[in-house]
T-cell receptor, first 114, second 115 residues
Framework: GNSVTQMEGPVTLSEEAFLTINCTYT??????LFWYVQYPGEGLQLLLK?????DKGSNKGFEATYRKETTSFHLEKGSVQVSDSAVYFC?????????????FGKGTKLSVKP | NAGVMQNPRHLVRRRGQEARLRCSPM?????VYWYRQLPEEGLKFMVY????????ESGMPKERFSAEFPKEGPSILRIQQVVRGDSAAYFC?????????????FGPGTRLTVT
């Protein structure tokens, strides 16, 4: 079945450091890929998405490229801020099917220190 | 433009009681999804509903859990005879489910604690 594997946290970085959070997936067909962010005590917010191979999603300085050959969708940011501290979830949607539900990784907690 | 609304935000129930969680989708959205997040875990899909129809309930426990999305009013996730293992955050998401663009918008969640 479909699944998402992302690097375990927690990840602790200093402000302005480079961030990479790895995400790989297993899926039949051609899923859409997403990164969601969850701030403490809040629900999930869509950070970025990509719907086909080689697409690059970007938002708020974060980027991720849909790599079909490596089945990956790694999240990157060149210079993190304290306000980026949150839990990041990689997810896929087999939107070609009738279900459309999202399948999530376990989440990676990021802490950015001043 | 209000986002997805969930209430209550926090719910405490004793073992054996019933829990009712409500979700109002974003305006214009007719598709609702419920997910459960256990501590230190990612979200797990439970059920996908359209107005008056359950489309996919493959993630719902077979007993004690039910969901509905009536023609009028919010979607309801109902848990009967709650047990401690039901303690979790329950998130609702909505979409207009255009094929090939399944962008879901999440509510703030209901945190259920069973004592």
């Amino acid at each position: 079945g479909n699944s998402v594997t992302q690097m375990e946290g927690p990840v602790t970085l200093s402000e302005e450091a480079f961030l990479t959070i790895n995400c790989t997936y297993t899926a039949t067909g051609y899923p859409s890929l997403f990164w969601y962010v969850q701030y403490p005590g809040e629900g999930l917010q869509l950070l970025l998405k990509a719907t086909k191979a080689d697409d690059k999603g970007s938002n708020k300085g974060f980027e991720a490229t849909y790599r079909k050959e490596t089945t990956s969708f790694h999240l990157e940011k060149g210079s993190v801020q304290v306000s980026d501290s949150a839990v990041y979830f990689c997810a896929l949607s087999d939107s070609g099917g009738s279900q459309g539900n999202l399948i999530f990784g376990k989440g990676t907690k990021l802490s950015v220190k001043p | 433009n209000a986002g997805v609304m969930q209430n209550p935000r926090h719910l405490v129930r004793r073992r054996g009681q019933e829990a009712r969680l409500r979700c109002s989708p974003m305006k214009g959205h007719s598709h609702v999804y419920w997910y459960r997040q256990l501590p230190e875990e990612g979200l797990k899909f439970m059920v996908y509903l359209q107005k008056e129809n359950i489309i996919d309930e493959s993630g719902m426990p077979k007993e004690r859990f039910s969901a509905e999305f009536p023609k009028e009013g919010p979607s309801i996730l109902r848990i009967q005879q709650v047990v401690r293992g039901d303690s979790a955050a329950y998130f609702c998401a909505s979409s207009n489910a255009v094929q090939g663009n399944n962008e879901q918008y999440f509510g703030p969640g209901t945190r259920l604690t069973v004592t």
